[in-house]
């Protein structure tokens, strides 16, 4: 076969309208995003929801639980996650009147209107500094269940909380992966299990690539050609870092006796600017990463150990947030800007789900599946 062209684009646009033409929104509901509110110049909630709508992205996960965005995000059809904060686990944990409390204050009034799926007890509570909190993390989540269950929600909205990923003792080769804190992480699954609810990890490639700033490193993380990784122990060749480090969440959990325990990305992105001491930052990488991540879940290659299916990946983020302290990439994450204005394309309006005409380059067809990967005509 010979190179690709971009004279050949009307033939892929084609090929590609038609495969598309059987996914439904709901087909790409893997597809979310986080939407925090460091920030003093985001834009009103109802000119958010509106602007969710016009994009492919079907949940959101706040960090709170704004009663403004749930509102404004109601009869969208929309999937919400909501949090409960670090600070509120353990009158969380003590108490099951504040829990009770916290469901009737922020689930209640909104619910079903507003899609709340999830409900998050803390963020990164696990490799946090504080072992009473640890401790209390999972009172609290059991707290918030049996909440939910008094309101008839129990099957219906999830409880869980965040992990970074160094609650993996080892993530390298992925078949290889294990939790560390044993006890902790092993009574937190067995909650998992019993209801139902998913593992939430934040796998994030771009740290990965700040610790090993190789080129073949920086192409393994952008889902861009490389030569990529064996796991000496399946003979499996990872041709990405996430798909890598999804695997190691799901060899852990194996490792653990719970293998069928639902994954879900809760945080991954890359920045578009940074300090320029920072390793990684710009424009061009959070654009490759970011746009062929979505294409890769649209794909439903899956991932070597789980394949035939995406997993539900939160993108972050939404908007930059301002006010968050730190390097300048950790105000940098945005997709959109306050002004609703798209920072790069990703590929995630309505309009450009079939992939921009001269941007696109199919790397992967099997069983009418297609992999695309953001390249450059010029």
């Given at each position: 076969?010979?190179?690709?062209?971009?004279?050949?684009?009307?033939?892929?646009?084609?090929?590609?309208?038609?495969?598309?033409?059987?996914?439904?929104?709901?087909?790409?509901?893997?597809?979310?995003?986080?939407?925090?509110?460091?920030?003093?110049?985001?834009?009103?909630?109802?000119?958010?929801?509106?602007?969710?709508?016009?994009?492919?992205?079907?949940?959101?996960?706040?960090?709170?639980?704004?009663?403004?965005?749930?509102?404004?995000?109601?009869?969208?059809?929309?999937?919400?996650?909501?949090?409960?904060?670090?600070?509120?686990?353990?009158?969380?944990?003590?108490?099951?009147?504040?829990?009770?409390?916290?469901?009737?204050?922020?689930?209640?009034?909104?619910?079903?209107?507003?899609?709340?799926?999830v409900v998050t007890v803390g963020n990164e509570v696990v490799t946090a500094p504080d072992p009473n909190?640890?401790?209390?993390?999972?009172?609290?989540?059991?707290?918030?269940?049996?909440?939910?269950?008094?309101?008839?929600?129990?099957?219906?909205?999830?409880?869980?909380?965040?992990?970074?990923?160094?609650?993996?003792?080892?993530?390298?080769?992925?078949?290889?992966?294990?939790?560390?804190?044993?006890?902790?992480?092993?009574?937190?699954?067995?909650?998992?299990?019993?209801?139902?609810?998913?593992?939430?990890?934040?796998?994030?490639?771009?740290?990965?690539?700040?610790?090993?700033?190789?080129?073949?490193?920086?192409?393994?993380?952008?889902?861009?050609?490389?030569?990529?990784?064996?796991?000496?122990?399946?003979?499996?060749?990872?041709?990405?870092?996430?798909?890598?480090?999804?695997?190691?969440?799901?060899?852990?959990?194996?490792?653990?006796?719970?293998?069928?325990?639902?994954?879900?990305?809760?945080?991954?992105?890359w920045p578009y600017k940074g300090d320029p001491n920072e390793v990684g930052p710009s424009l061009e990488?959070?654009?490759?990463?970011?746009?062929?991540?979505?294409?890769?879940?649209?794909?439903?290659?899956?991932?070597?150990?789980?394949?035939?299916?995406?997993?539900?990946?939160?993108?972050?983020?939404?908007?930059?947030?301002?006010?968050?302290?730190?390097?300048?990439?950790?105000?940098?994450?945005?997709?959109?800007?306050?002004?609703?204005?798209?920072?790069?394309?990703?590929?995630?309006?309505?309009?450009?789900?079939?992939?921009?005409?001269?941007?696109?380059?199919?790397?992967?067809?099997?069983?009418?599946?297609?992999?695309?990967?953001?390249?450059?005509?010029?």
């Amino acid at each position: 076969m010979g190179p690709f062209t971009c004279s050949s684009t009307v033939v892929i646009f084609l090929l590609l309208s038609f495969l598309l033409s059987f996914y439904s929104a709901d087909s790409q509901s893997f597809i979310g995003v986080n939407y925090g509110q460091v920030a003093d110049n985001l834009p009103p909630p109802e000119a958010t929801a509106k602007l969710l709508k016009s994009t492919s992205i079907q949940k959101v996960r706040l960090y709170g639980a704004d009663p403004a965005i749930i509102k404004a995000l109601a009869n969208t059809g929309i999937g919400i996650v909501i949090g409960a904060a670090n600070g509120d686990i353990p009158a969380l944990a003590s108490d099951p009147n504040f829990a009770g409390n916290w469901v009737n204050s922020n689930v209640l009034p909104f619910y079903p209107a507003s899609k709340i799926i999830v409900v998050t007890v803390g963020n990164e509570v696990v490799t946090a500094p504080d072992p009473n909190l640890v401790a209390q993390l999972l009172p609290a989540m059991q707290n918030v269940q049996n909440a939910l269950n008094a309101a008839s929600l129990g099957g219906k909205i999830k409880v869980s909380t965040v992990h970074s990923m160094a609650v993996l003792s080892q993530s390298e080769p992925p078949s290889a992966g294990a939790f560390g804190f044993g006890d902790t992480m092993k009574a937190l699954l067995q909650f998992h299990s019993a209801n139902g609810a998913p593992f939430m990890i934040n796998p994030y490639p771009f740290f990965a690539y700040q610790s090993d700033p190789r080129p073949e490193t920086l192409a393994f993380c952008l889902f861009q050609p490389n030569a990529g990784r064996p796991d000496a122990n399946t003979g499996i060749k990872y041709m990405n870092m996430f798909d890598a480090q999804v695997d190691a969440v799901h060899s852990a959990l194996k490792g653990m006796g719970f293998k069928d325990v639902e994954i879900v990305v809760a945080e991954t992105g890359w920045p578009y600017k940074g300090d320029p001491n920072e390793v990684g930052p710009s424009l061009e990488s959070a654009k490759a990463y970011n746009a062929n991540l979505i294409n890769h879940l649209r794909s439903m290659v899956g991932t070597p150990l789980m394949p035939g299916k995406s997993v539900d990946t939160y993108i972050f983020a939404l908007y930059d947030e301002n006010q968050k302290p730190g390097p300048a990439s950790e105000r940098s994450f945005g997709l959109f800007k306050p002004d609703l204005s798209v920072t790069y394309e990703a590929g995630l309006s309505k309009s450009a789900q079939v992939g921009e005409t001269f941007h696109w380059k199919i790397v992967y067809v099997s069983s009418f599946r297609v992999t695309l990967l953001y390249t450059s005509c010029t």
